[in-house]
């Protein structure tokens, strides 16, 4: 069984989370005490020496960072759609997890991070909201004519771009003023074995 270390409430574990529970894949979370910095230190630190979450272990091999852990699963678990090996697919899927990693990780990521941890956000709540109107702005322009954000069909991109943006509500911020962005979450939460942050699948 894969193993899966992270805090439940983690958006990065989430991600994980989602993907293993879409395939359909039994996994056990081993949930980290973020606040006490279990996270930060041993034996954590020996699954992923930069201290971050999450990680997953399959039988015996280690891959850190969600990412790399989507692709990992994609690849080995998943049909080729999940990860195209087509040039110009790989691309724009690789595309959107840089904008997952970066322009979202800067804007509806930072807003549930305030809500967590004020002391550790220094960001107004104005400029966060600034940041999500720019990104969601953006991607329901990109998702006006079509169901998903890198392929005809639903990749690792749009898991890893829906954890963040699919809990802003719960930070303030509401998703529902964008239509197109609203209609691909619906999506994300209609694919089969599709789960919330707390991991009950959605009704």
């Known amino acids: 069984m894969i193993q899966v270390y992270a805090t439940k409430a983690s958006v990065n574990g989430y991600k994980v989370r989602l993907f293993l529970s879409v395939l359909g894949i039994d ?33 015996g091999y280690v891959i850190a960072d969600s990412h790399a852990c989507l692709t990992y699963l994609a690849r080995k678990y998943a049909e080729v759609t999940w990860l195209p090996t087509d040039a110009k697919e790989l691309a724009k899927v690789a595309e959107w997890m840089s904008k997952s990693a970066n322009e979202i990780h800067q804007g509806p990521w930072m807003a549930r991070a305030k809500r967590r941890r004020p002391d550790a956000i220094t960001l107004s709540d104005e400029e966060i909201h600034t940041r999500c109107d ?11 004519a079509r169901d998903w954000l890198a392929t005809n069909d639903a990749t690792i991109a749009d898991l890893s771009c829906f954890a963040s943006i699919s809990i802003l509500p719960d930070s303030g911020y509401e998703t529902d003023k964008w239509a197109n962005v609203s209609n691909w979450l619906n999506r994300v939460r209609r694919l ?12």
């Open 134 to 144: 720019h990104v969601l702005g953006i991607m329901n322009k990109h998702l006006r």
């Open 27 to 59: 996994f056990k979370l081993h949930e980290l005490d973020m606040y006490s910095g279990e996270h930060k230190q041993e034996p954590y630190l020996s699954l992923n020496p930069f201290g971050q979450m999450p990680a997953i272990k399959d039988d």
């Open 192 to 203: 089969d074995g599709a789960i919330d942050l707390d991991g009950k699948e959605f009704s």
